[in-house]
């Protein structure tokens, strides 16, 4: 049995996990310095979600009576792991080496997955804040996913189902159902309904302490990293690396610039605005693409 | 699905003090709320007992950390009613003055809350750098940022710092302007009326019925405002209460923000009309007021009307009481609060801007019986003679 040492590299270091979780945490760094500078702040360094991270590593896992502690171990876990699949088939310009055909569906399944491992997670610490805060991620799921499986299809429908890239300039309404969308899957304003510190403290999160946090930090890192990149290449067509930074710092920038502005949504109010007014827009696009207008 | 508590507090990210609301919940609906004081009372009413007349200033001052200088005015108001003093002019405009600016930031403070709980922290960064303003003109004028220490008894401390009134002028003049910004998200911005337009709707009838104080009342169309009685220098400044219709949170913080507008035009004022002079009625060491002689003071303080009763026992208080606004505010809590969904829950309670360490009160819990009871006078005295026995 041969391993291919240029693939075990592409998996584990560039553009794989390390990469992922490395640029991950800078866009998250990046975004609270210059978020904090936007709101008159000083903020934290940028190396800040790294310094967390280590920190939280260090600490020890605080399991509560009422936790159901067989789910609180594995739901990190599975989570990671599923964010880890999706890390190895993102297309990034020049290394594709892992996509297939039907990748696009793939990669949609598992970061719903290590989305509803999230939500189980809260479910299964036994707080009624974390319970209420993983009805709201769950809730919050099913409003955001369908404008943006709507937008994945129509690049998808117009690109072959490859996950080559793609310049999204006739598809306005797929890009911002896109947009809106990874907004709600990163939790930040005006969606940031399942973490709203002031409602129900830290969600589904609420019991959890440790490396089970730091483990739920990476899953959210990777998540920045495969989402922005997803939109630098599927529609904003990175076709080269320097286009492709490009492309993902004007995602993020575009990011910071929705996370200060917008005061936060309720639930209801998501609902309403993805399912009536994001989805419809994405459904034309997506019915421009079948028919090849 | 089904019913449950949500416990709201004692500790809890929303709330800057401690006070413990059991939400009873379904999905995301509140069906009822019940409220439980009890977590930083102080006794400060009792220690009023055995201090002299002018020691009680010192303490009054630290009942609130927000709002002391209206506890001391509130205090001292009082006392001099009783002893029949009028307090040198230049003493009632200098009292005027510092409180009107701590009114200016104390709503600043409230609704630089509302916008953080409906998620919006960049309008609460932008309000908290605003209001250093008039912190440092608080500074400019007594020297301290916080607890001025201004009054004393027949008038106040010293006099305010002329050689800054330049710059207190114009860090007014540089607020009256940012008051017309944060006026004009509140109209406009749809992000911030979404979440607090005909949220915690509070009607005119109702209002009556439960007689909040303060921008609460005023916000639901009431215009009850203490400072048209005339006490201190109002009386000079032709004060006339900011009232709004909208009765919703939106409309709490507009007549907040649209107060300290008018807190910046009454300060204008009274340094344009401040008269020269004394500052102070030289009174003796210790004062002594004709016991059982009893009296109620009244100021309108940041969050409503503050009410001391004070009862003399000669050379110092035989009874200190004091209704502070958030105590009354708390009874429209359980009516607002019916039938919203969490969300709302916070942004409602940091539109009352309550003040718990003010207005905490005593509440015992039996942890062996699983019950609670308020104690009242007789109980304690009951307690204290129990203790004698043995």
Redesign the interface.
């Known amino acids: 049995m041969n391993i291919d040492i240029s693939l075990l590299f592409y998996i584990l270091i560039f553009p794989g996990f390390l990469t992922a979780f490395i640029i991950g945490f800078l866009y998250m760094g990046i975004m609270r310095k210059i978020a904090a500078r936007?709101?008159?702040?000083i903020g934290p360094p940028i190396w800040q979600p790294f310094f967390d991270f280590f920190k939280l590593m260090s600490k020890e896992n605080i399991t509560t009576k009422e936790t159901v502690g067989l789910l609180a171990t594995f739901c990190p876990i599975i989570s990671f792991a599923a964010m880890l699949t999706v890390v190895m088939l993102l297309p990034i310009p020049g290394y594709t080496p892992l996509s297939f055909e039907g990748s696009l569906f793939v990669l949609i399944y598992f970061l719903i997955m290590s989305s509803v491992f999230f939500a189980i997670a809260g479910f299964a610490a036994g707080n009624?804040?974390a319970s209420?805060g993983s009805?709201r991620e769950l809730s919050q799921l099913f409003a955001y996913e369908f404008p943006f499986i709507i937008a994945l299809v129509t690049i998808g429908v117009a690109n072959a189902f490859s996950l080559t890239p793609y310049i999204a300039v006739n598809f306005p309404f797929a890009l911002f159902a896109f947009f809106t969308s990874i907004l709600g899957k990163l939790s930040l304003?005006?969606f940031?309904?399942p973490e709203?510190?002031?409602?129900?403290?830290a969600g589904p999160l609420t019991e959890y302490s440790g490396p089970r946090v730091a483990m739920f930090e990476l899953v959210k890192a990777a998540s920045y990293w495969v989402l922005i990149s997803l939109g630098a290449v599927l529609f904003l067509g990175a076709n080269n690396i320097s286009m492709f930074v490009l492309a993902s710092l004007s995602i993020l920038i575009l990011l910071i610039i929705f996370r200060?502005?917008?005061?936060?949504?309720?639930?209801?109010?998501a609902f309403r605005i993805y399912w009536f007014i994001i989805a419809p827009l994405a459904l034309i696009d997506l019915i421009r693409a079948l028919l090849g207008w | 699905m089904h019913d449950y508590i949500l416990p709201f507090g004692p500790q809890h990210p929303a709330l800057i003090e401690p006070v413990h609301i059991k939400l009873k919940v379904e999905g995301e609906t509140v069906l009822g709320s019940e409220l439980i004081l009890g977590y930083n009372h102080k006794g400060i009413e009792k220690a009023f007992e055995n201090r002299w007349w002018q020691k009680g200033v010192y303490l009054s001052e630290r009942v609130c950390g927000i709002c002391g200088h209206y506890h001391t005015t509130c205090y001292c108001n009082g006392i001099e009613k009783m002893m029949g003093l009028e307090i040198p002019e230049r003493a009632q405009y200098i009292r005027v003055i510092i409180g009107e600016l701590e009114r200016i930031h104390s709503h600043m403070l409230a609704v630089g809350i509302v916008a953080w709980e409906i998620g919006l922290d960049t309008l609460f960064h932008y309000l908290f750098r605003d209001r250093e303003l008039v912190m440092d003109a608080h500074e400019f004028l007594t020297g301290n940022r916080v607890h001025f220490v201004m009054n004393v008894v027949g008038g106040v401390r010293r006099d305010i710092n002329l050689l800054k009134v330049g710059e207190v002028e114009y860090a007014l003049h540089k607020l009256d302007e940012r008051f017309d910004y944060y006026l004009r998200i509140f109209k406009n911005d749809a992000s911030v009326k979404n979440r607090t337009k005909n949220v915690g709707y509070l009607s005119k009838q109702k209002a009556k019925e439960l007689s909040p104080v303060g921008p609460t009342v005023r916000a639901s169309g009431i215009d009850y405002d203490v400072r048209e009685t005339g006490y201190l220098a109002y009386k000079y400044l032709n004060f006339r209460p900011v009232v709004g219709h909208g009765g919703d949170v939106l409309e709490r913080c507009v007549v907040r923000l649209k107060e300290c507008k008018q807190s910046i035009e009454l300060i204008r004022k009274a340094f344009d009309k401040m008269p020269e002079g004394e500052i102070a009625i030289k009174l003796p060491h210790i004062i002594n007021i004709k016991e059982g002689k009893e009296t109620v003071s009244r100021v309108e303080a940041p969050r409503g009307e503050l009410i001391y009763y004070i009862k003399s026992a000669g050379d110092k208080p035989s009874r200190v009481k004091i209704r502070t606004p958030t105590y009354q505010n708390f009874h429209v809590l359980d009516e607002l609060l019916k039938g919203v969904s969490i969300p709302d829950v916070p942004v409602i309670i940091a539109s009352l801007d309550p003040c718990f360490s003010c207005t905490d009160r005593m509440t015992i819990v039996d942890v062996k019986k699983k019950e609670e009871k308020v104690i009242t006078k007789h109980d304690i005295l009951h307690m204290r003679d129990g203790e004698h026995e043995h």
């Open positions: 936007m709101q008159h702040r009624p804040f209420v009805i304003p005006p940031h309904i709203a510190e002031q409602e129900i403290v200060v502005v917008f005061a936060r949504l309720t639930i209801s109010q």
